[in-house]
T-cell receptor
Framework: DSGVTQTPKHLITATGQRVTLRCSPR?????VYWYQQSLDQGLQFLIQ???????AKGNILERFSAQQFPDLHSELNLSSLELGDSALYFC????????????FGPGTRLTVT | AQTVTQSQPEMSVQEAETVTLSCTYD???????LFWYKQPPSRQMILVIR??????QNATENRFSVNFQKAAKSFSLKISDSQLGDTAMYFC??????????????FGKGITLSVRP
């Protein structure tokens, strides 16, 4: 158990819908990262938050957004869902400098039908 | 931009034997970190080992060790005394050093390792 929690574990929804994925980082970790794992794209970085502020953006679609709240949990919002958004979404956390290790949550499996 | 290449899609090894997984990367950064992550059938991403680019000594963690060749931009993982529980997908990952906060991970496509009984 990495100490990072993600809910829900599985999500099945229809095209055009909106969903919210939730992540709670390890106690004391200030950085939260979101990654998407799909068969065709592999593991891709989406976005990073550090202590409530957006720190870096990767290949995140405009239909996707995220935020980190004062208690440091984070939410990833996916809207106008398409079949191609079906993937495993991971949240990872790290404490910040000088540590560089990222610990991953169990992931949320999103299926868009 | 950094790229990570894992050219072997699949490998198989007999239980108790040794196997080496290959990884190469491309970067213009001089200060960075390299990682191997394991993803078993449960899909959990588990950190196996890390290497700081400024360290010449290869990292080891129990049965896992790396061969880090900075000039060649090569970072291979050696698993000794392979166990059935080592069956998983293994990802090589790169992180550049940044001041102030950790950076993102850039992953290779992964290699599926099967350990045969």
């Amino acid at each position: 158990d990495s100490g990072v929690t993600q809910t829900p574990k599985h999500l099945i929804t229809a095209t055009g819908q909106r969903v919210t994925l939730r992540c709670s980082p390890r106690s004391g970790d200030l950085s939260v990262y979101w990654y998407q794992q799909s068969l065709d794209q592999g593991l891709q970085f989406l976005i990073q938050y550090y202590n409530g502020e957006e720190r870096a953006k990767g290949n995140i679609l405009e239909r996707f957004s995220a935020q980190q709240f004062p208690d440091l949990h984070s939410e990833l919002n996916l809207s106008s869902l398409e079949l191609g958004d079906s993937a495993l979404y991971f949240c990872a956390s790290s404490v910040g400098p000088p540590s560089y290790e990222q610990y991953f949550g169990p992931g949320t499996r999103l299926t868009v039908t | 931009a950094q790229t990570v290449t894992q050219s072997q899609p699949e490998m198989s090894v007999q239980e108790a034997e040794t196997v080496t997984l290959s990884c190469t990367y491309d970067t213009s950064e001089s200060n960075y970190y390299l990682f191997w992550y394991k993803q078993p059938p449960s899909r959990q991403m588990i950190l196996v080992i890390r290497q700081e680019a400024y360290k010449q000594q290869n990292a080891t963690e129990n049965r896992f060790s790396v061969n880090f060749q900075k000039a060649a931009k090569s970072f291979s993982l050696k698993i000794s005394d392979s166990q059935l529980g080592d069956t998983a997908m293994y990802f090589c990952a790169f992180m550049k050093h940044e001041t102030g906060a950790n950076s993102k991970l850039t992953f290779g496509k992964g290699i599926t390792l099967s350990v045969r009984p």
